[in-house]
């Protein structure tokens, strides 16, 4: 830590500005499987989705 100060900076550029481009590489090298395996939740068989998505 330098002086024990806390320094705060501006971004200055937008945080997932890149998100696309690497997402689609990540999807190119096949490396985009399902980090925690899917899992239901008890009640999941019998739940009925309304048509608007509820």
Same mark, same amino acid.
């Given at each position: 830590m330098?002086? /024990? +100060?806390?320094?705060?900076w501006?971004?200055? $550029?937008?945080p997932r500005?890149? =998100?696309?481009r690497?997402?689609? $590489?990540?999807?190119e090298? !096949?490396?985009?499987v399902?980090? =925690?395996? /899917?899992? !239901?939740?008890?009640g999941d068989? /019998? $739940? +009925? =989705?309304?048509d608007? !998505?509820?």
């Open positions: 330098m002086n /024990e +100060v806390i320094e705060i501006p971004i200055k $550029r937008n500005e890149d =998100w696309a690497d997402s689609q $590489r990540i999807a090298a !096949g490396d985009d399902l980090a =925690w395996p /899917e899992f !239901g939740n008890e068989q /019998e $739940r +009925v =989705w309304d608007d !998505g509820s």
